[in-house]
């Protein structure tokens, strides 16, 4: 059911028991979102819980509250409601979905959105998950605490990169105005998502050897290949690299996990992006998105070059 901001903030209220999710892979806008509501809602006394089915990136262990985040156990258990934030599809919350028996509510900005809750409050105008929340708790007049607001200042600085993106609004920068005023600190949280292992900056050296042009210089690729990692947190930003180079509309970054599963993530300048990541069974917003394919690394590539290829011919014809 289409719920208005209203009608989400009662639900809220009207329920005792409450667990927060987020996506898997988790950004600064999903842990951001998920902890500022956590803040707010233990301050109103309702008994909540926080479980993401993954671990919390290294570069986000500045997020007051990140500590009480669980892992999802084979053991089922209940609650008046599990709330699914900057999340656009059920299997993006991984094995939450099985652990937790409760209506859902979901509040997301993504446009690749299937509206998959019970409840939904979507707002694909929104920079970030972030922003609504924000919204959510000024409508409830919520005194905005130091740590709620650097919570979701990372929430939507992250998700705009750090206000350069399309997404970014008047409505962006206002709302990380008044985070300011309420205490978040731009430099200092700058500052720590920034900083990066050693090893970070040695795998990035090697990542970046395998950077390939394609289609007259429209796609740059980097392959990252599981014996170039010993720490999955060291990829982030990498895709940043193929995509600033002069002349690249599209960049991919393919990961190799273990078990045959490959992570993809696309960036791009103007293409739909999501749309081909949603293609391949994925989502995300129109300049960023990923998706997830079983197969060899070889086949992958050639699978997903072509589609590439394809919607840039479609788009240019
Ligand atoms: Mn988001």
């Known amino acids: 059911m289409d719920f208005s901001l209203e009608q989400t903030a009662k639900l809220l209220q009207s329920s005792s028991t409450i667990i927060l999710t987020a996506h ?37 262990k500045f997020l007051p509250g990140y500590h009480a985040i669980q892992k999802p156990t084979p053991k089922v258990i209940s609650a008046d409601l599990l709330i699914v934030l900057d999340a656009s599809d059920i299997e993006r919350i991984g094995k939450v979905k099985e652990h937790v028996e409760a209506p859902i509510l979901n509040i997301d900005h993504h446009v690749s959105n299937t509206k998959f ?39 939507i600085a992250t998700d705009c990169g ?28 700058s500052e720590y998502m920034e900083t990066k292992p050693l090893e970070s900056i040695l ?23 599981p014996d170039t990692l010993s720490n999955l947190d060291s990829t982030e930003g990498f895709i940043n690299y193929p995509r600033v180079i002069e002349g690249v509309e599209i960049a991919i970054m393919f990961k190799v996990m ?30 960023a998105a990923g998706c997830a394919i079983m197969g060899r690394i070889d086949d992958v590539t050639k699978e997903v070059l072509e589609a590439t290829i394809k919607q840039l011919t479609e788009v240019a014809s």
């Open 117 to 155: 809750a019970d409840y939904w409050y979507i707002d694909r105008q929104s920079a970030a998950t972030g922003e609504i929340i924000y919204q959510l708790l000024t409508m409830l007049k919520v005194n905005i605490t130091a740590d709620i607001a650097t919570c979701l200042y990372t929430a």
């Open 24 to 60: 898997v892979q988790p950004d600064g806008d999903c842990l951001g979102s998920m902890l500022a509501l956590n803040h707010y809602l233990v301050s109103i006394g309702k008994n909540v819980r926080m479980v993401l089915d993954d671990d919390v990136p290294a570069l986000f």
């Open 162 to 189: 750090f206000f350069r993106y399309a997404n970014t609004s008047v409505q962006t920068m206002r709302y990380a105005a008044d985070l300011m005023e309420c205490g978040a600190k731009p430099n200092v949280i």
């Open 258 to 287: 273990s078990e045959g599963i490959i992570r993809i993530s696309f960036r791009s300048k103007t293409a739909d992006v999501s749309k081909l990541a949603l293609t391949f069974g994925g989502g995300g917003h129109a300049r």
């Open 203 to 225: 795998t990035l050296s090697k990542v970046l050897e395998t950077l390939e042009l394609h289609y007259n210089g429209k796609i740059a690729t980097i392959t990252v290949l």
